[in-house]
């Protein structure tokens, strides 16, 4: 008899464990995300201070930055809500890993990486196991992307924030996506990690 409850509470033991394995996925929700839609065909995607933009043009999608695997998972998910059109190109921001993980999410949809070649340049001389090395380069201080009917403008200042940090503009939708040099409530996180005043 004491031997049956001793297997009784074995098998307990093993149901409570299973049972916590098979709910654990839930506990591990993510942030709440939302797309905001900034003007047709430009979307905000995001939540709390990451927030990444994509476009939808005729000819398939443009994604700027995937943050990480679980955010560009998510950002991807966002899109194929809206359009079943290829990813076509996903363009970096700049350097720091924060803003450029998971761009295999986007590669595996058939993505071209882009960056500026000053991005590239350091990311070949600094490689990290989640960060996909950029496809394709623009050089210079301004590269116009064209895609369908739609134009962005990859802008470069100079040496800010970073390596080859890229301001976005759509001129047609009269909006620009630029990160880490704007920051809501702060200006330059307050600290200016890996900024470049001297080169203002
Ligand atoms: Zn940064």
Request: hydrophobic share 40%; proline share 6%.
């Amino acid at each position: 008899m004491s031997g049956n409850n001793l297997l009784g509470r074995l098998l307990m033991a093993v149901a409570i464990t299973l049972g916590l394995g098979a709910f654990s996925p839930a506990a591990k929700a993510r942030p709440a995300y939302e797309t905001t839609k900034v003007a047709p065909g430009l979307y905000s995607f995001g939540g709390g201070l990451a927030f990444n933009a994509f476009m939808i043009t005729d000819d398939g999608v443009v994604v700027m930055d995937s943050f990480d695997k679980d955010f560009a998972e998510a950002s991807l998910e966002a899109i194929r809500k809206l359009t079943d059109k290829p990813i076509r190109y996903l363009v970096y921001s700049h350097n720091h890993y924060d803003h450029i993980s998971g761009g295999e999410v986007f590669k595996a949809e058939g993505a071209t990486i882009l960056s500026h070649d000053a991005t590239a340049n350091w990311l070949k001389n600094h490689p990290s196991p989640d960060v996909v090395v950029p496809d394709k380069t623009w050089s210079g201080s301004k590269s116009e992307l064209r895609l369908g009917n739609s134009l962005i403008n990859l802008v470069y200042f100079g040496a800010n924030h970073g390596e080859g940090m890229t301001v976005f503009q759509f001129p047609n939708e009269h909006a620009i996506y630029t990160v880490d040099l704007v920051v809501p409530h702060r200006v330059a996180f307050a600290y200016m990690p890996d900024f470049s005043p001297r080169e203002w």
